[in-house]
């Protein structure tokens, strides 16, 4: 991908990001600027099927490269009941449930999760809000965790369900999905440590996305569980995550 179109993308974020923060309730009840949204979205998801490869990797970089101080935003400790005990226990109660359109449903510990097949990288995390950091992390793949599980045939999108809320209300718990090509994408982890260490409580602790071709609010955090669906439509309010569902683009490829 060229500097000048992820660039661009970024200004792109950003610019969005900024509105949201500015007056999200004024401009989520516009329907004006929402249909905006929704024209951007389609013309983005035109524009990166035709110019983009979405099995090639993202760039990888040095161990010199790390950022001293990478950035934790959105939930930085979720206080939903279930999830402070479990992080007060260690984690030893964790388990990571996949479920939905499968043969085989599966609930993992992380020391089950730590057995199976891994991958080490160093990547850049890019922010819709125009920041980026270079991180090393290490996790289970996740195409080799699905053919364990057995996808069934109608199966398309994978939904992670994550343990932190940003909102009052049913609607507020966090949620991301991807599609299979980025499911199975050599680069999609799921991550359990950041620089050589257990992944921190601010980054998503115990399990995390990472999803290296797409923005950091696709990069789910406290993953629960991971349900395979044939779609979204269903789910919250339909859009297939929590910021997709008021208004930003559920394909974030950069």
Request: glycine share 10%.
């Amino acid at each position: 991908m060229s500097a000048n179109r992820r660039t661009w993308l970024q200004a792109a974020g950003a610019t969005l990001a900024g509105l949201w923060l500015s007056g999200c309730d004024r401009l989520t009840r516009s329907t004006k600027f929402m249909g905006f949204i929704g024209s951007a979205e389609n013309l983005n998801r035109q524009v990166q099927r035709a110019v983009a490869d979405r099995t090639a990797l993202a760039r990888e970089f040095p161990a010199s490269m790390i950022s001293p101080d990478f950035r934790a935003n959105g939930t930085r400790s979720p206080q939903d009941a279930e999830y402070v005990a479990m992080r007060d226990a260690g984690f030893a109660d964790y388990r990571l449930v996949i479920d939905g359109l499968v043969e085989r449903p599966l609930a993992l510990s992380l020391a089950e999760l730590r057995a199976e097949p891994a991958r080490t990288q160093i990547t850049r995390h890019d922010c819709v809000e125009g920041w980026s950091s270079i991180g090393k992390w290490t996790g289970a793949k996740l195409g080799p965790l699905l053919d364990k599980a057995g996808l069934k045939a109608e199966a398309r999108y994978l939904v992670f369900h994550c343990a932190d809320s940003l909102a009052a209300g049913p609607d507020g718990r966090y949620y991301e999905s991807i599609d299979l090509v980025d499911a199975y994408h050599p680069q999609t982890i799921l991550a359990y440590e950041m620089n050589d260490a257990a992944l921190p409580v601010p980054h998503g602790a115990p399990v995390r996305l990472r999803v290296e071709r797409q923005l950091g609010y696709k990069q789910a955090k406290y993953v629960m569980r991971i349900e395979a669906v044939e779609g979204f439509a269903h789910l919250h309010g339909g859009k297939g995550g929590f910021w997709e569902d008021r208004g930003y683009e559920w394909y974030a490829g950069i």
